[in-house]
């Protein structure tokens, strides 16, 4: 069957084809989803070799519990709450490592996240700009992780509250303060270096 077929169909006609062992209908499942998957993985563990394997491994979960699918919610819904909760599990493991935010929290495609610096950049700019990026990091890393995660699923995948609610497992009025203490301790964290207190 062509990509282009494929492309034709729902996200709950894939799923469908996937529990009748179409492995390429979930194929196609994971072309859609990883780019965002590996956004939001990054945005919470703090490094994209991490990130990867979360992404792997939530891709891995969800098809061997495709049957568990009700179609009750939309399937990246559903798919995102186990990438987050991968997710989680790794920045736990890694808290208990040691380890912390990397220079690679940002997407290669430029397309969320923090921007990348490139050779049209002037130097100046460059430098500022990852001086800037490396404050947002510290910052982020800073927050408790249900609030990270939060921060991570509006302010760089673009989740609704709703969404973020049902990816989450917790209610819309949760989220909206998990969003709101998140954001007040960003703010207290960067108006140092906004004010050039740097």
Do not use: C
């Amino acid at each position: 069957m062509s990509e282009e077929r494929f492309r034709e169909k729902s996200d709950e006609e894939l799923v469908r084809d996937a529990v009748r062992k179409d492995e390429e209908a979930f194929s196609e499942l994971v072309r859609r989803y990883q780019n965002r998957a590996v956004a939001v993985a990054v945005g919470i563990v703090g490094n994209r070799d991490d990130a990867l394997d979360v992404v792997q491994e939530a891709f891995l979960k969800a098809y061997r519990s495709l049957r568990n699918f009700h179609f009750d919610s939309k399937f990246y819904t559903w798919f995102y709450r186990i990438l987050v909760n991968q997710a989680i599990d790794r920045v736990r493991e890694s808290s208990r490592r040691g380890v912390s935010f990397d220079e690679t929290w940002m997407k290669e495609d430029g397309e969320a996240g923090l921007p990348r610096s490139d050779y049209r950049t002037p130097p100046d700019e460059a430098a500022e700009r990852k001086e800037m990026s490396a404050v947002i990091k510290e910052a982020i890393e800073s927050l408790p992780e249900h609030h990270r995660t939060v921060i991570v699923l509006r302010e760089i995948e673009g989740l609704r509250y709703e969404e973020i609610a049902a990816v989450m497992g917790i209610s819309i009025g949760t989220v909206m303060s998990r969003l709101h203490y998140a954001r007040e301790r960003l703010r207290e964290k960067l108006s140092g270096y906004v004010r050039g207190e740097r």
